[in-house]
């Protein structure tokens, strides 16, 4: 089970992050929250390097990225190598995009998820294993993607 988790939210994303930080601190997470710290306007792709960047590093164990619609910082975060973010609004994928695509990012969005429904896709997401097995080469189709 994941216990340091990285945060990062744009303007959009920052209502629903405060309230899956909270949440996840309740539960008895380890939060390190890269921002945004209000809800002034900041570009999405800048918000999410920090904290992936601390995935990546293993100073974190995952990491939660909030924006409008999560798509946005989805998109910037999978640009890392080494990163598998997903946008999920519903406990199916939130679950199997960890039990089959080893997902080390869960992106939602701030103007899509309610805070009750995202705090549950958090904590399924951080509480779900990698299946391996036949996965397993398929994760590594996708690293070699990134070469």
Known sequence: MAKVIALGADHGGYVLKEAVKAYLTELGYECRDFGTHSEASVDYPDMAVPPCKAVLSGECDKALLFCGTGVGISIAANKLKGI???CCSDAFS?????LHN???VLCM???VVG???ACELAE???TTEFEGGRHEKRIAKIHALEE
Do not use: E, H, Q, V
């Open 109 to 111: 969005g701030g103007r």
């Open 94 to 98: 939130a679950k199997y995009t960890r």
């Open 124 to 126: 399924l997401f951080l």
């Open 84 to 86: 598998r973010a997903c």
């Open 102 to 104: 080893d997902a080390n």
């Open 115 to 117: 805070p009750g429904a």
